[in-house]
Structure formats: C-alpha cells, structure tokens
C-alpha cells in the first residue's frame, strides 16, 4: 500500500501562484509515478501532471508553460507549483501514485484551490 498526504491549496487570485506538496509513505519502492490530477464541480476527474521515476513529466495542454511538476525522491514528495493562475484551474487537486506492477492508484485527500477573477 502506498498512502499519500497533501498539503498546501487555498484561495488566491488570478495571476498569483500556489503550491501543492504530497508525501508518500508505505510501500514507496513500488511507486512507478506520481502526478496530479483536478476536479472542478460537475466535470470528471482530469490528470493535470505526472512525473515518472526518471523524471519525465506530462502535462495537460491547459497548463503547459504555467505549472511544474517535480520530486524530491529523498522526501517520497512531489509538488506541484502553479503560476498564472486563472479561474478555471479552480478545483479540488489530487495527488496520485501509481504502483506496483499492475499500476494500482492510490489517492490522496484532496486539497481545494480556488482563483478567484
């Protein structure tokens, strides 16, 4: 199992700039990649960044050029910083894990960030 706990989110106004951070604990050796993904009320669950082992990074179109991912393997943490915000990256912003060989999810609690125009 791999357990997940984020930090960080909350309220700010567009242009400004949060950042996200989640720490891993468990069984992390098996952990394959981490990312995150955001749900705004009424969509569906949309991945917005991951980052493999090796480091390499995804990103969704809508926030390529404003946000970066990146991991501090030595912490079992990776973060999120999120620049030029705007009101449509209001959502609640989950941390994933992806592990073992059969890539089983893992979630964390969810933290709310809300840009306010």
């Known amino acids: 199992q791999v357990q997940l706990v984020e930090s960080g989110g909350g309220l700010v106004q567009a242009g400004g700039s949060l950042s996200l951070s989640c720490a891993a604990s468990?069984?992390?050796?098996?952990?394959?990649?981490m990312g995150w993904y955001r749900q705004a009320p009424g969509a569906q669950r949309e991945l917005v960044a991951t980052?493999?082992?090796?480091?390499?990074?995804n990103y969704v179109d809508s926030v390529k050029g404003r946000f970066t991912v990146s991991r501090d393997n030595a912490k079992n943490t990776v973060y999120l910083q999120m620049n030029s915000l705007k009101p449509e990256d209001t959502a609640v912003y989950y941390c994933?894990?992806?592990?073992?060989?059969?890539?089983?999810?893992?979630w964390g609690q969810g933290t709310q960030v809300t840009v306010s125009s």
């Open positions: 468990g069984n992390i050796f098996s952990i394959n990649a």
């Open positions: 994933n894990a992806d592990w073992g060989p059969y890539s089983i999810d893992s």
């Open positions: 980052i493999t082992n090796s480091g390499s990074t």
